[in-house]
C-alpha cells in the first residue's frame, strides 16, 4: 500500500519559514517525480515545485522562485519543501505528489495534505 505522508505545516506570520516534509512509503523512491502542489479555498490546485528522482533537476511556480527550495533524500525516503519569506497569499492546503513508472505504467499518489496558514 502506497502512502504519502506530509508534515511540518502550521500557523506562521508573513516573512517567516516553515520547512515541509513527506515520508514516501511502498513505491520505489528513488525512481519517483516528487512535486508539492497546493490549493487555496476557490482555487484550483496548482504545482508548487517538482523535483526530478534523482533531484539533478528542480522546477518551481514563478510565484515562489528565490523563497522556495524543494530537496529529497533517497535514503529516507522523504521530499521537503523549504519556504522562506512566507505571504499571506502562500495560504492553502499543501500536497505531496508522487509519479513514476511501474509495469509499463505511470503511477500517480497524493498524500492526504498539510495546511499552512501565513497571517499575522
Known amino acids: 500500500q502506497v502512502q504519502l505522508v506530509e508534515s511540518g505545516g502550521g500557523l506562521v506570520q508573513p516573512g517567516g519559514s516553515l520547512r515541509l516534509s513527506c515520508v514516501a512509503s511502498g513505491l520505489t523512491f528513488s525512481r519517483s517525480d516528487m512535486s508539492w502542489y497546493r490549493q487555496a479555498p476557490g482555487k484550483e490546485r496548482e504545482l508548487v515545485a517538482r523535483?526530478?528522482?534523482?533531484?539533478?533537476?528542480?522546477n518551481y511556480v514563478d510565484s515562489v522562485k528565490g523563497r522556495f527550495t524543494i530537496s529529497r533524500d533517497n535514503a529516507k525516503n522523504t521530499v521537503y519543501l523549504q519556504m522562506n519569506s512566507l505571504q499571506p497569499e502562500d495560504t492553502a492546503v499543501y500536497y505531496c505528489n508522487a509519479v513514476g513508472p511501474r509495469g509499463g505504467l505511470w503511477y500517480n499518489y497524493w498524500g492526504q495534505g498539510t495546511q499552512v496558514t501565513v497571517s499575522s
Open positions: 523535483i526530478s528522482s534523482t533531484g539533478g533537476s528542480a
